[in-house]
Nanobody
Framework: QVQLVESGGGLVQTGGSLRLACTAS????????MGWFRQAPGQEREFVAA????????RYAESVKGRFTISRDNAQNTVYLQMNSLKPEDTAVYYC?????????????????????????WGQGTQVTVSS
């Protein structure tokens, strides 16, 4: 099992930036797709971004495309989410997650990589609050 720990959340004004990090320990995660999800109060957990095992492919939710960038440093066992031009509607708890299988992101359907059930290990989450 992999332990995932998110960091980097906080309070920021509209238009500001934050960089989230997710560090893995326990066993190697470099052979799996990694995802970022978020959950606002009273809302379901929603997909934000995913990155392939090598970092060569990425996918984004339409709501964050062009503003957020997912990346990974496998040597550091860390996945990042750079968030720019933040909006109040980005306010949520952000979670990173590890794909439960050895899946190619390039050949995966959005129904798969956007589905929280496709991921087996989750961090505890980090709060992001964007004030208007």
């Amino acid at each position: 099992q992999v332990q995932l720990v998110e960091s980097g959340g906080g309070l920021v004004q509209t238009g500001g930036s934050l960089r989230l990090a997710c560090t893995a320990s326990g066993r190697a995660f470099t052979d799996r797709v990694m995802g970022w999800f978020r959950q606002a109060p009273g809302q379901e957990r929603e997909f934000v971004a995913a990155i392939s095992s090598t970092g060569g492919s990425t996918r984004y939710a339409e709501s964050v495309k062009g503003r957020f960038t997912i990346s990974r440093d496998n040597a550091q066992n860390t996945v990042y989410l750079q968030m720019n031009s933040l909006k109040p509607e980005d306010t949520a708890v952000y979670y990173c997650a590890l794909d439960r299988t050895y899946r190619s992101l390039d050949s995966s359907s959005p129904l798969t990589y956007k589905n929280p059930l496709s991921y087996e290990d989750w961090g505890q989450g980090t709060q992001v609050t964007v004030s208007s």
